[in-house]
RNA sequence: GCGGCGGUGGCGGAACGGUAGACGCGAGGCCCUCAAAAGGCCUUGUCCGCAAGGGCGUGUGGGUUCGACUCCCACCCGCCGCACCA
């Protein structure tokens, strides 16, 4: 036995601390921008700059590696381990391949948890928050994550927030950023409206799960609409996971048609309606308009159903959304007492109003064609309507039962000139003879709306914008920006903004004509804030400007986002449509903010998400305490593949903490052992026996490590270096030690990324030299080959028997070793074989009969 | 209802159409120790068998193939989105 064993301890705790502190003096993990003479910190004179070394030519391709920034409340949690994890490796990786890599960390700071904290409390919301904000940086950089810290910074700073003010005044100035009176979503819990985006399927604030109320409330609206169709075909070229652009166009809900006017002649109204099949127009039989529709309460004045038709808006607009969503209930309505005239054929149909028409999509108004709709058959057949098929189906047998049927097919009952038409072609031209009458024109409309950003909270970024008597809506002058948060006493949301109290800020003068004005006092939005924080990383130290281009062109577009799969609509499409209003006023050169997008899995403990209520929550501190942070980082990366949900073990911790203590223990006895690196590495020309295969399964760890990090297979990339591990600790005793060093610096070294504290020490211990300056390794080609293999030999398929054989063995002979092979024969014996498949290097497969 | 993802040992999970179960956990046996902790060595899909070996095995049922966890068809189950979007 040449080896004592355990007699060095792998203390963690020890051994982290001592390498962060190495980072932090050095300032390691800094960039500075080449083009920026402003406040970035350049680094430390003498200091190469990592990946320098790689191409001294100074090639270094810059890329831009970012995890979703946290909202610091409390400290943070495994799904930020797990986050921050993913991004660090992945970091580490390009860093070690020669790329600049920039990898900032921020905060996005501003919201409610910390403004509802403070009306409990008292405590302010600053303060609470900037606690949180220390609690965060204290755990980040204890995990060793290789951030620039230069760059810090959080969106509640006002030397931030300035700049978010200054793009809503650049969107205000291009129409992109108003003011409207609309039906909006309130969240009667956080006291303040919500986007649509911020509501849930069931009608409940995303935040709280209240249920929302509808209020009509004059609001300011971001124009995301007009990016509608750029939000959508711009994720074609994009690499992102599937199922988020799928959610995202789902979101965007693109649909191609016609917009139809039909005119109420009693009032003298026309009514546009959009419609998807305009070749079932013949089959209009009624008209529908939603219970919000402005003009439903005028129309029915005056008839007899006056009264019936304000019940029921009364009781349909005080409806939940989940009430009022459900879909198996039966449909309900009022008639108006009013016609519309359907302009293909004039026919007078009559209008209705119901609660399954949507005032927030299309016009609010639909045509009713119930023999081919199936929301409009329930209502025809529950008031008695007529049902007039204009589209015979295609499937002859499964005509006159098949109403509705919504499928494409010829046109019948319509006008001579399109009957008997397919309806596609007929779509077209009814389409087009509208066009020419002027009573429609082909049409898109999209589910999306345009962003409400208001809110009535105090917690939040100031809107910019002052109210004057006589010049009305005034923006607030670039500099007098920023308009910072006023000092209040009462947090406590009463319907409209705490800001409202204070009464010193919110009067003001206008810039203008000097008369008396009123400051806005609702709060934008916090995913404002987040819509543009990468861009400002690229030049985050620049008080003259939200940044410089030439620091954007340097780092953006983002190369690799990562962060959780429940922003796929929110943050992502917010952050999207700000890159593309920017770079339309020529602020930004890229039209999309990331590049490549990785979505990481939720981590679940006991099958269920951690919650304080539950009492299950994982604290990543515990673990980094009992384990160190090498091990958290590892556990949660050998976990399972990283975009998948994953369960907590408490025992899989353990696993990973043994396998770094065995690797760190046997590199620190091989080190001592093998006395002072730098003579006689070992020369795979001559090795053999033991060493070979030790040298061989090294290359081989490379080669898995590099492959299965380029494709975030973190799982099997640690995976592969436990198998190099256990091959070093099955052979230590018949390796040489230089044999010994090699394989443990290479499992070090490809290990560095994802357990950079253990790896540094280990790497130092074996060669006397700091792993992050060492280029990343490359597997040697000849050495991955084997130059004997195991064939395997099958009869029909089946595994019988196993041959070595030496690589190159041509098929004939491979063939025959199959062959003869005992228990290949044991099978084969007295039957005829018709056919032998060979797979060179792999197998033979006999078929027998 | 529509869309997406998934279903493999006791558990987490591996497997370019080519040895199913890598790696880890757990479990069992053993070593070290006065003892414990830590560490080390071995076994571990399942059934039959002393063994050699054989049968069965990747949600279900079919198909393609010399060969299917992998490809195709039809289902079942679970999770996640979306859902009266005209």
New binding site residues.
């Given amino acids: 036995m040449r080896f004592a064993?355990?007699e060095r301890?792998y203390d963690p705790q020890e051994i982290e601390p001592r390498w962060q502190a190495v980072w932090a003096d050095e300032r390691t993990w800094e960039v500075a921008n080449e083009s920026a003479a402003d406040g970035v910190a350049a680094p430390r004179a003498g200091f190469q700059g990592v990946g320098g070394f790689m191409q001294p030519g100074g090639l270094e391709q810059n890329s831009y590696v970012l995890e979703m920034l946290p909202y610091p409340s409390g400290e943070p949690h495994v799904g930020h381990l797990k986050n921050y994890a993913v991004g660090d490796t992945v970091a580490h990786f390009r860093r070690r391949r020669g790329e600049r890599v920039l990898h900032p960390m921020g905060y996005d700071a501003f919201g409610l948890p910390a403004e509802n904290n403070a009306i409990k409390t008292g405590i302010h919301p600053r303060d609470a928050t900037q606690a949180s904000i220390d609690s965060y940086r204290r755990q980040f950089r204890r995990w060793g994550i290789s951030i620039d810290w230069s760059r810090e910074f959080g969106t509640q700073e006002p030397s931030y927030y300035r700049w978010t003010q200054w793009i809503f005044l650049r969107l205000y100035e291009r129409g992109l950023a108003y003011r409207k009176q609309a039906a909006v979503k309130w969240c009667p819990k956080d006291q303040t409206v919500l986007a649509n985006e911020q509501v849930?399927?069931e009608g409940r604030c995303e935040r709280c799960g209240s249920l929302v109320e509808i209020r009509q409330l004059e609001q300011w609206f971001f124009r995301i609409t007009d990016y509608a169709e750029r939000l959508l075909s711009d994720l074609d070229g994009i690499d992102w996971p599937?199922?988020v652009k799928?959610?995202q166009r789902?979101?965007i809900?693109r649909?191609e048609?016609a917009e139809v006017t039909f005119r109420c002649e009693e009032l003298g109204i026309d009514y546009p309606?959009?419609?998807?099949?305009p070749d079932t127009l013949f089959g209009a039989t009624f008209f529908?308009m939603?219970p919000e529709h402005p003009d439903v309460l005028r129309l029915a004045e005056g008839t007899e159903h006056e009264r019936q038709v304000r019940d029921y808006v009364n009781h349909a607009i005080t409806e939940s959304g989940e009430e009022?969503?459900?879909?198996d209930?039966p449909?309900?309505g009022v008639a108006l007492g009013r016609t519309v005239v359907n302009p293909v054929n004039g026919e007078r149909i009559p209008m209705y109003v119901a609660?399954?028409?949507?005032?927030?999509?299309?016009?609010?108004?639909?045509?009713?064609?119930p023999a081919h709709?199936?929301?409009?058959y329930?209502f025809a057949r529950a008031f008695g309507l007529p049902i007039r098929r204009v589209i015979e189906g295609t499937d002859p047998d499964a005509d006159e039962q098949g109403l509705p049927y919504s499928g494409e097919g010829t046109l019948v009952n319509s006008a001579p000139e399109f009957d008997g038409l397919d309806s596609r072609t007929a779509l077209a031209e009814i389409v087009a003879w509208l066009d020419r009458g002027g009573k429609g024109h082909a049409s898109v409309?999209y589910?999306l709306r345009d962003w409400l950003v208001s809110r009535q909270r105090y917690w939040g970024c100031p809107i910019p914008i002052l109210y004057c008597e006589r010049c009305g809506i005034v923006p607030v002058p670039e500099d007098e920006l920023p308009v910072e948060l006023p000092e209040i006493e009462d947090y406590t949301p009463k319907g409209r903004s705490p800001l409202a109290a204070a009464e010193d800020w919110v009067n003001t003068s206008c810039p203008t004509c000097e008369g008396p004005a009123r400051r806005e006092t609702d709060t934008m939005d916090t995913f404002v804030d987040s819509s543009w924080y990468f861009l400002r990383y690229c030049d985050a130290n620049n008080d003259r400007a939200a940044w410089d281009q030439a620091a954007l062109r340097e780092w953006m577009p983002v190369d690799q986002y990562i962060g959780g799969?429940e922003h796929?609509?929110l943050h992502l499409m917010y952050a999207r449509f700000f890159c593309k209003a920017l770079s339309d006023m020529e602020l930004l050169e890229v039209q999309e903010p990331f590049s490549s997008l990785f979505t990481q899995g939720m981590i679940t403990r006991d099958g269920a998400k951690m919650s304080s209520s539950r009492g299950n929550v994982v604290a990543p501190s515990s673990i980094v305490e009992r384990f160190g942070a090498d091990t958290a980082r590892c556990y949660v990366l050998?976990?399972?593949?990283p975009d998948?949900?994953?369960?907590w073990?408490d025992?899989?911790v353990?696993?990973?903490?043994?396998?770094l203590?065995?690797l760190w223990?046997l590199s620190a006895e091989v080190a001592e052992l093998a006395g002072p690196p730098g003579e006689g590495s070992p020369a795979a020309a001559d090795a053999q026996g033991p060493d070979l295969e030790l040298l061989r399964k090294a290359h081989w760890a490379i080669d898995k490590v590099t492959g299965?990090l380029r494709r975030f297979?973190f799982?099997?990339a640690?995976?592969?270096v436990?198998?190099l591990?256990?091959e070093c600790?099955?052979l230590r005793d018949a390796a040489g030690t230089e044999t010994l060093r090699f394989a443990l610096a290479s499992a070090a070294s490809v290990l560095f990324p994802f357990a950079p504290h253990t790896c540094a020490d280990a790497y130092e211990l074996l060669t006397g030299t700091r792993v992050w300056e060492q280029p990343w390794p490359e597997a040697d080609e000849a050495l991955l080959e084997r130059d004997v293999?195991?064939l395997?030999c099958?009869v029909?398929?089946?595994?019988?028997?196993?041959v070595q054989v030496a690589a190159g063995t041509s098929a004939e002979e491979l063939k025959q070793r199959c062959r003869v092979a005992?228990?290949v024969r044991?099978?084969v014996d007295g039957r005829e074989i018709v056919?032998e498949?060979v797979?060179p290097g792999?197998?033979v497969?006999l078929?027998v009969r």
């Avoid at 309606?273 to 099949?277: Q, S």
């Avoid at 009022?324 to 879909?327: E, I, S, T």
């Avoid at 609660?355 to 064609?369: K, P, Q, R």
């Avoid at 709709?373 to 409009?376: A, I, N």
């Fill in positions: 064993m355990a301890r849930d399927t599937e199922h799928t959610m789902n979101w809900g649909s048609g309606v959009f419609t998807t099949r529908v939603a009022r969503g459900d879909l209930k449909k309900t609660d399954y028409v949507l005032m927030e999509y299309g016009t609010g108004a639909i045509m009713a064609v709709d199936e929301r409009d329930a409309n589910r799969v796929a609509i050998f976990i399972g593949p998948q949900d994953a369960d073990s025992e899989g353990e696993g990973v903490h043994r396998f203590g065995r223990r299965d297979a799982n099997t640690i995976a592969a436990m198998e591990l256990n600790r099955r293999y195991e395997v099958q029909n398929g089946k595994l019988r028997d196993r005992p228990n044991a099978h056919k498949i797979v792999k197998l497969n078929v």
